[in-house]
Structure formats: C-alpha cells, structure tokens
C-alpha cells in the first residue's frame, strides 16, 4: 500500500534541476508532498488532486496523472535551501474517513 | 502564533516505564495523528483522531495508547509494551481528515525517544 518513490536519493550541483517520482499501486485520490529537514518536522509544499491538475510555487512544481497512478515533483534550478528529504503521501480510504499513507522518502543532497 | 508544540523535545527513558509525549495545537483543528518516524523510513502512522472522545488505531498501535479529552490536545504514552520505543515521534493535525484538499497536515518540532 505504501507509495514508491525514487530514487532514493540524488546528488546536484546548485542550479540543477530534479525529478522525484511517487507511485502508487492503487488508485490515487490526491497526492501530497512534504518537504524534511534533518531532525526537523515535515513542511507541507502542495497538495494535487484527482484531475490530472499541475501546480506549484516557486521553481517548485509537481503533476499528477491519475491513469499511471503516479505524481512527480520538479525542482528547477535548485538552491541550496533544497535540501532535505522529499515525502509524498496518497491518501486511501479508512474506516468512514481516509488515512495518508506516506512513501520512504527521497533524500535531496544540493552542493554549492 | 498558531501551531503545534510537542514536549519534551528529547526523553529517555529506561526499559519497563511507561512514558507520555505531549501534544498541543492551537489551529482549531478538528483531526490530530501520532507518527513515529524511524532512521532513513518514512513516517507510520500509530493512532488518529477526528474529533474529541474518539481516536482510531493506525498502522503500528500496539503497545502506544492516546486520550482525545480536549480538542487541542492529544498526547501519545509509550509503554512498556513497546518492544523497540526508540524513534522520532511527530504529532500532526489537519482541519479534517477527508479530501478535497481540506488534509494539509501540520506538525510539530518531534520528540526523540530514547530507550535506555
């Protein structure tokens, strides 16, 4: 049920740009992205839902394609502030509600 | 300023004692969660609430219980029945816990458990 993301980790230079990949083996209803500082608590960056919809903020962007069960996050042109470890959370029913299930994350090293 | 605060922001504690991590928010959010997070993993979620008076088990509940009595609170005991407690543990809350965007999950700074 957990979601996959790769790859696990990446390695880039300041200004380069990345792709993190999170998928699903079952049906997505809405895709979430966090970003985690070492011994910090997970920010939020966005939330995508059913629809096939983009969005982003900043030189941060993510898409989602429901048919593949898949959401990708890109960071472009990458500062150094980047840096942290990626989780994407799908949401799946539970009980009378729905639960985020959250993938293993994927560690971002930026260098100057 | 709104947000979550956990304390303490480090505890040890020896084997055979029960402990309890605090947990508070002041978002006026209706769902709170209890994540343990482990080195280089993801996060599990162990227990949720919805509403007050009410909380469900989540993946990994056994041996952690909770108590829903104020809407602001919500804290985590780790017993002793916990056989490996050492862990991140984040308290999150969102306005609710369906869809349509409404899920935005807020956390706290974490509490580091260390089992001496």
């Known amino acids: 049920q957990q979601p996959v993301q790769s790859p696990q980790a990446v390695i880039l230079r300041e200004g380069e740009d990345a792709v993190i990949n999170c998928s699903s083996s079952k049906a997505l209803y809405s895709v979430h992205w966090y970003r985690q500082k070492h011994g910090e608590a997970p920010v939020f960056l966005m939330i995508?839902?059913?629809g096939g919809e983009q969005k982003g903020h900043d030189k941060i962007s993510a898409s989602f394609n429901e048919k593949k069960q898949q959401s990708s996050l890109y960071l472009t042109a990458s500062q150094l502030s980047y840096s942290g470890t990626y989780f994407c959370?799908?949401?799946?029913?539970?009980?009378?509600?729905?639960?985020?299930?959250w993938g293993a994350g994927t560690k971002l090293i930026i260098k100057p | 300023d709104g947000g979550i605060t956990q304390s303490p922001k480090y505890l040890f504690r020896k084997e055979g004692q029960n402990v309890t991590l605090s947990c508070e928010q002041n978002?006026?959010?209706?769902?709170m969660y209890w994540y343990r997070q482990d080195p280089g993993q993801g996060l599990r979620l162990i227990y949720y609430s919805q509403i007050v008076n009410d909380f469900q088990k989540g993946d990994i509940a056994e041996g952690y219980s909770v108590s829903r009595e104020k809407k602001e609170s919500f804290p985590l005991t780790v017993t002793s029945a916990q056989k490996n407690p050492t862990a991140f543990y984040l308290c999150a809350s969102s306005i609710g816990s369906g869809l349509a965007g409404a899920n935005e999950q807020f956390f706290g700074p974490g509490t580091r458990l260390t089992v001496l």
């Open positions: 995508l839902l059913k």
């Open positions: 959370g799908t949401e799946v029913p539970m009980d009378s509600n729905y639960q985020l299930i």
């Open positions: 978002l006026n959010h209706d769902a």
